[in-house]
């Protein structure tokens, strides 16, 4: 029953898997047509609780790619890339909380384009198409949705703040009503992508979940995207208010997994009053 259950849960996390986002690190707002004398920029999100520190990136178009370094981003900051951010603080009234950062970025046109986002393994983190009629000049592009991919009209609006755009800011578009990292707000997973061949520190992840003051029991089961489980962490173990784990990349059989996404679901019994809920996320393994 309990494994039926599981299999339940992932079926509705593979549903939903083509409509999310699971990076950490995602496309935020784009001004790709800004009115003579401003910047063309792209601004990206923090979507985790983890901080980010000393991990480089890139930025691309179909045709150029170009590299840049995040020393440290807090968890939910807003980060913008330009070649000149002196140039954009005197054009945009951007936040002190905001992370700003001295970079090239592709050259977006103005009849549409597309971006990628990567990691330094070139593993794509978020991508982003747009047309150029969904937005007029000096007008920026938000995304309304972050648990949507960044490629449609419905998903990709122009802003509605006072001065065109939220460079910097919470996107003006947002939909109050979906929370960025609405996966699961109690499974932490970090680092997100990683890859069990990288650096030491970065060759796994960490799996942790809190519930504090509570004794519980949980089954912890990784999946592949055929509904396959790959990894069994935990079956109905007793914990102590916090369970975590480290996971390697490899399936019960101690063999490296490929690269690809691979659902987690984690079911916790409340061992005071029996209550039993689920969570679940992504974990990507990068090259």
């Known amino acids: ?34 009115i003579s004398g401003c910047p063309e920029w792209i601004e990206l999100y923090n ?38 951010t002196s ?42 198409f747009y047309d150029g009629k969904w937005s007029s000049k000096g007008v920026s592009l938000e995304r309304a ?9 419905a998903n990709l609006k122009p802003s509605i703040a006072s001065d065109s755009v939220t460079c910097g800011k919470v996107n003006s578009v947002l939909e109050t009503s979906v929370k960025p ?10 680092p997100n992508p990683f890859s069990p061949n990288g650096a030491e520190g970065k060759n796994q992840c960490l799996i942790k ?14 999946y592949n995207l055929n509904g396959v489980q790959v990894r069994n962490l935990s079956n109905d ?20 997994l490929p690269v690809g996404v691979y659902p987690i679901i984690l079911e916790i019994k409340n061992m005071k009053d029996g209550t039993t809920h689920t969570e679940k996320s992504l974990i990507v393994i990068g090259r």
């Open 1 to 34: 029953m309990k494994y039926f259950s599981a299999l339940l849960t992932f079926a509705t996390l593979f549903i939903i898997f083509f409509s999310i986002s699971f990076s950490q690190l995602q496309i935020s707002e784009i001004m790709f047509d800004p």
């Open 47 to 84: 979507n985790s609780e983890p901080d980010i520190s000393d991990l480089t990136f890139s930025i691309s178009d179909p045709v150029r790619s170009y590299n840049f370094t995040i020393n440290h981003s807090s968890a939910r900051q807003y980060i913008v890339l330009a070649k000149d």
């Open 87 to 128: 140039l954009i603080k005197s054009v945009h009234n951007i936040p002190t909380d905001a992370l700003l950062i001295s970079t090239s970025i592709p050259a977006m046109n103005n009849d549409g384009d597309s971006l990628y986002l990567k990691n330094a393994d070139s593993t794509i983190l978020d991508t982003l």
């Open 145 to 153: 949705n972050f648990s949507s991919p960044a490629n449609s009209s």
């Open 181 to 190: 990292d609405s996966i699961s707000s109690l499974l932490k997973i970090y």
């Open 209 to 222: 979940y809190i519930l504090p003051h509570k004794q519980f029991k949980a089954t912890c089961i990784i």
């Open 237 to 256: 173990e007793i914990f102590d208010s916090e369970l975590q784990f480290i996971w390697d990349g490899t399936n019960n059989n101690g063999w490296k």
